[in-house]
């Protein structure tokens, strides 16, 4: 059984031509979502603005069904914490609230048990400047997860025998509270959800060596056992957080449905004990490894296939 695992992987991997996952085409996605151009990608600003339409391009590329409110995208008006972070904002609402734009698409299969897969597309914004610099890009927070999550949808667009619903969606107002997750979860049954897959930061080797991500709250159901099941065979494997002092479970997008009961857990390679360009004008493309990204994208694609297919279920969470 080992050895047909490994070939079946093998296989995989051999078989990821241009029209998968090919690194040429995630660099350009990450070198896009981390440009000047988006300058920091906050929410509510020109640079989201501009992100959100790149992201529901590509997936009216992959031939993805819409599934927001006004096409691809699910707008929704909030009142934001404040932003320690982020000191230019634009389009702003008159009243104090920020309009941020949650983009979401959709394989069916008239399921009602439905995959999640997402990551955050917004970032900092504009910040003091650090000699001359004063974008935070987010080049590994979160366009590395925000390109895992295009490429997942080609995949599975490709692939085509997804028993369960899939949503990909990439949220905003991450970095300002959870808004976009919040607003999101609020508009499905969480009972409905098999799983979520979270993906935040994948643009640097994990601690663990190469081939190693982590998954938060690993603990908490078998979500990470049957990811690793399905990875038997190959060189991959995937670990139970090693930060636990830094509450990552609860620090992303995946928290809201995991509150709500659904197992939803965030896979990641950040050493976020160490990593000096978090949350700096330094996240940027040049710091990230993106065979590092591509290699993960893989394991996730493999990883998560017993789930999309129907075959596994994870255990649910207690909810909160």
């Given amino acids: 059984m080992r050895n047909l695992l490994f070939l079946i992987f093998l296989s995989f991997l051999i078989s990821c031509k241009p029209e998968t996952h090919q690194e040429t085409r995630i660099q350009e996605d990450v070198t896009y979502l981390a440009s000047e151009e988006l300058e920091g990608r906050q929410t509510g600003t020109r640079g989201e603005k501009k992100a959100a339409k790149y992201i529901q391009n590509r997936f009216k590329e992959l031939g993805l069904a819409p599934k927001g409110t006004q096409g691809f995208l699910q707008p929704f008006t909030f009142m934001p914490k404040t932003n320690p972070h982020g000191e230019v904002k634009f389009d702003v609402n008159g009243d104090g609230t920020i309009t941020g734009n949650n983009v979401l698409g959709f394989i069916d299969n008239n399921a009602e048990n439905t995959v999640i897969i997402g990551a955050h597309y917004d970032h900092l914004g504009i910040v003091k400047a650090v000699e001359g610099d004063s974008i935070a890009n987010g080049a590994d927070d979160d366009a590395s997860g925000t390109t895992a999550v295009i490429e997942l949808a080609k995949y599975y667009k490709k692939l085509n025998n997804n028993e369960r619903t899939l949503i990909f969606v990439a949220f905003t107002a991450e970095e300002v509270g959870g808004f976009g997750s919040k607003y999101f979860s609020s508009k499905l049954n969480p009972d409905d959800v098999v799983a979520m897959f979270n993906i935040e930061m994948i643009g640097k080797e994990s601690k663990f060596g190469k081939n190693n991500a982590f998954i938060t709250g690993y603990e908490r159901s078998d979500f990470g056992e049957i990811l690793q099941r399905n990875l038997e065979g190959t060189d991959f494997k ?83």
Avoid at 274 to 303: G, P, Q, R
């Fill in 238 to 320: 995937f670990y139970p957080d090693p930060y636990p002092s830094q509450n990552l479970f609860y620090r992303s997008d995946n928290a809201t449905l995991a509150a709500l009961g659904v197992p939803a857990h965030t896979i990641s390679t950040d050493q976020i004990d160490i990593d000096k360009f978090y949350h700096t004008v330094n996240d940027e493309l040049e710091t990230l490894d993106v065979s590092n990204i591509t290699a993960t994208i893989k394991a996730i694609a493999l990883s998560s296939r017993s789930i999309v297919s129907g075959k596994d279920a994870p255990k649910r969470i207690p909810k909160l």
